[in-house]
């Protein structure tokens, strides 16, 4: 069954340094998101992209935030000077077309010391 | 801005029975609704989906219903098992014309516990 690989699986920051979270889609997606979930909390919308752009984004993703699909199977999330508030479980998630259910990786856990 | 909510944090049931996981809705633009299956440290399991046009969709041992008029969906699982003991999450996303967003508003989930 094909997967959405994410890593590093768990990744420790100093709060102000830059993170690079990675994710490769399913090969033959054409859509991709990433989501966090805050510990406790309900998974929540960061940022879909497609065709190469962003499509929509929430209000969590600031200018702080970007992303990248920079060789055509890496998706990458980019949180320029973490804080302690974006520790969460980052997840990426790809889907072959719109309306079907998405795929979603295991997850980065982001921990901001 | 709760869109989504599942109301019940636990759910409690004998093996061999019934579960029936419970969500309510407010948007009433949502047009297509799905059930997800997360276990701790791993990502959410796309578990069955319904489109607004139907009003039940069925695999295997799982049912979601939907009923517009009330905003509720439910999901039904016959029989239950212990390795079905997971959160369940309802997602919901809006028909985006033109556009290819496709973003989910997940629901705060429910920790279903399936007794032996």
């Known amino acids: 069954e094909p997967e959405v690989t994410q890593t590093p699986s768990h990744q420790v920051t100093q709060m102000g340094q830059e993170v690079i979270l990675r994710c490769v889609p399913i090969?033959?997606?054409?859509?991709f998101y990433w989501y966090r979930q805050i510990l406790g909390q309900k998974v929540e919308f960061l940022v879909s992209f497609y065709n190469n752009e962003i499509s929509e984004k929430s209000e969590i993703f600031d200018d702080q935030f970007s992303v990248e699909r920079p060789d055509g199977s890496n998706f990458t999330l980019k949180i320029r000077s973490t804080k302690l508030e974006d520790s969460a479980m980052y997840f990426c998630?790809?889907?072959?077309?719109?309306?079907?259910?998405?795929?979603f990786g295991s997850g980065t856990r982001l921990t901001v010391v | 801005d709760q869109q989504v909510k599942q109301n019940s944090p636990s759910l409690s049931v004998q093996e061999g029975r019934i579960s029936i996981l419970n969500c309510d809705y407010t948007n009433s633009m949502f047009d297509y609704f799905l059930w997800y299956k997360k276990y701790p440290a791993e990502g959410p399991t796309f578990l069955i989906s319904?489109?607004?046009?139907?009003d039940k969709n069925e695999d295997g041992r799982f049912t979601v219903f939907l009923n517009k008029s009330a905003k509720h969906l439910s999901l039904h699982i016959v029989p239950s098992q212990p390795g079905d003991s997971a959160v369940y999450f309802c997602?919901?996303?809006?028909?985006?014309?033109?556009?290819?967003?496709?973003?989910?508003?997940f629901g705060t989930g429910t920790l279903l516990a399936v007794q032996p």
């Open positions: 090969s033959n997606h054409l859509y």
């Open positions: 319904i489109s607004s046009i139907k």
């Open positions: 997602a919901a996303s809006e028909e985006n014309y033109g556009g290819a967003t496709n973003k989910l508003i």
């Open positions: 998630a790809s889907s072959v077309a719109y309306g079907r259910g998405y795929t």
